[in-house]
């Protein structure tokens, strides 16, 4: 009896939670979120600082191994009990801490978004200056005086990276199925052709084989622990891991979707996105007398480069930031999403005052990170400045952590019958074998993963 009553109460919420109307949608919904400025921006230049080739292969395996186990493990909760992240954890283990993990990933996904905005800011100020003609014919040295030039300015970011918050709002204050569907199912086949015909244009420069090597030959003596946290960090902020964004939109797919093929589709698609941009960035870096360990410019100086260098080439640039933008507004939606999901069912506040305030709360952060590049840039906090130390806790710390405690959870805490109820769609596919497995990697091989190479990325230990 108090099985049915639970059942029945699953059912209501279900139907009274808005969520996913198709597959499609939440497979489209997922990869928004996975692919954003984390593949055209991120992977390549954090590929660039930490040597290449080798690092790509570690990171490889991070997915393989932490990212995709856990990005399962997030469906099956976020599934299963129907609500947010803190709500999740809550439902499925009342009265006993695991939640706390909830409001971690609430922290991480504010955290990222106060620099992932400032970032998103750069590009609308890119599409800017490609349309008004400011980047035809520039050289590497101009490249990089330009991005100086933004960053290094106090209102003209900010304003750019409040013009993009208020895109989010509107975005958001359509709703989830309307909002977030419509927008990737539409423009990520886009964004994907037009990387294609960058990478054309940028494997036909001259000396495009040098950079090749550096994306393809592995130096394995680059990989150290704090490369090794970068890899995984990197496999949590590519796949949106370790925040509760999965979680919750795992909370929002049907009993019909098919978790374990959508996580895997899902990185699948994503790396593929990952290594087409490296494909168009890395050669012309070698080709233009570049840096691959320029750092968090790398992007805005290659790409304007490679387009330059290709006819047509001021046309497809405006359209390349443009779609660079769009692919970041299903990341951003899904990063304010953990936070809204928890303040409307959690705290009963109203969706549009609860989305409101999260992205004023990430605004007032987000200016800490903006202004690192100009009047903060003497202010050192660890070492570091705010937007690299926003950066360095979400992904090397809170992120791993917070998959930490999804893996123990799923691995450790829900019986085996859930796992394979919510992975088999109640036994209507037939995955039982792969389930198996599943259960013996998200229990010992993703937790010890995550906890040696985060204890020796922060030297603690030494590999
Ligand atoms: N995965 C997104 C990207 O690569 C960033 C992100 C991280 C989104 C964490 C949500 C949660 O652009």
């Given amino acids: ?49 930490n040597g290449g080739a080798a690092f790509i292969i570690v990171y490889l395996i991070f997915v393989l191994l932490i990212g995709l186990p856990l990005m399962l493990g997030e469906f099956i909760v976020g599934r299963r009990a129907q609500a947010n992240t803190v709500g999740a954890y809550r439902r499925l283990a009342p009265d006993q801490p695991w939640f706390l993990g909830g409001y971690m990933g609430i ?14 800011g750069w590009v609308l100020a890119y599409i800017a200056k490609a349309a008004s003609g400011a980047l035809n014919g520039i050289s590497g040295l101009e490249a990089e005086h330009i991005f100086a030039q933004l ?14 918050f208020l895109i989010i709002a509107v975005v958001i204050a359509c ?29 036909t420069l001259p000396g495009a084989g040098e950079g090749l090597r550096f994306l393809f030959a592995p130096d394995f003596s680059k990989i150290t622990g704090p490369v090794l946290l970068a890899a995984m960090g990197l496999a949590f902020f590519k796949l949106s891991l370790g925040v509760g964004t999965m979680m919750t939109y795992g909370s929002y797919m049907t009993r019909a979707d098919n978790l374990p093929q959508t996580a895997a589709k899902v990185a699948f698609s994503d790396f593929l996105v990952s290594i087409l941009a490296g494909i168009a960035i890395f050669p012309a870096v070698f080709a233009f007398g570049l840096q691959p360990e320029a750092g968090a410019s790398l992007l805005f100086l290659t790409i304007p480069m490679v387009f330059n260098a290709m006819p047509l080439g001021s046309i497809f640039l405006v359209i390349f930031f443009v779609l660079a933008g769009v692919a970041s507004i299903g990341a951003m939606i899904s990063l304010v999403e953990v936070p809204v999901a928890f303040l409307v069912e959690e705290k ?5 005052r609860a989305t409101g305030f999260t992205i004023f709360f990430m605004a007032v952060l987000g200016i800490l990170a903006t202004l690192s590049g100009s009047t903060l840039s003497d202010q050192q906090i660890f070492g570091m400045n705010w937007f690299n130390l926003y950066d360095y806790i979400s992904s090397s710390i809170l992120m791993p952590v917070g998959g930490l405690i999804v893996a123990l959870f799923v691995g450790w805490h829900l019986k085996y019958p859930v796992i394979r109820d919510e992975a088999s769609n109640d036994g209507t596919l037939n ?10 990697i998200i229990r010992y091989i993703t937790p010890v993963a995550i906890i040696v190479i985060l204890l020796s990325g922060l030297g603690v230990i030494s590999l």
């Fill in 1 to 49: 009896m108090a099985a049915l009553d639970s059942k029945q109460n699953n059912l209501n919420t279900t139907m009274q939670r808005e969520g996913f109307t198709s597959t499609l949608g939440a497979i489209a919904a997922t990869l928004g979120s996975a692919v954003g400025l984390g593949n055209i921006w991120k992977f390549p230049y954090v590929t660039g600082e």
């Fill in 107 to 120: 922290l991480a996904a504010i955290l990222i978004m106060a620099f992932y905005s400032e970032v998103a």
């Fill in 151 to 164: 960053q290094g300015q106090v209102w003209q970011p900010l304003i750019w990276q409040w013009v993009v």
């Fill in 175 to 203: 709703g989830v199925q309307k909002g977030i569907e419509r927008m990737t199912r539409t423009l990520l086949p886009i964004l994907f052709v037009l990387l294609l015909i960058c990478d054309i244009r940028a494997l």
């Fill in 348 to 352: 009963g506040w109203k969706r549009s």
């Fill in 431 to 440: 995955n039982a074998g792969l389930m198996k497995v599943y259960t013996v």
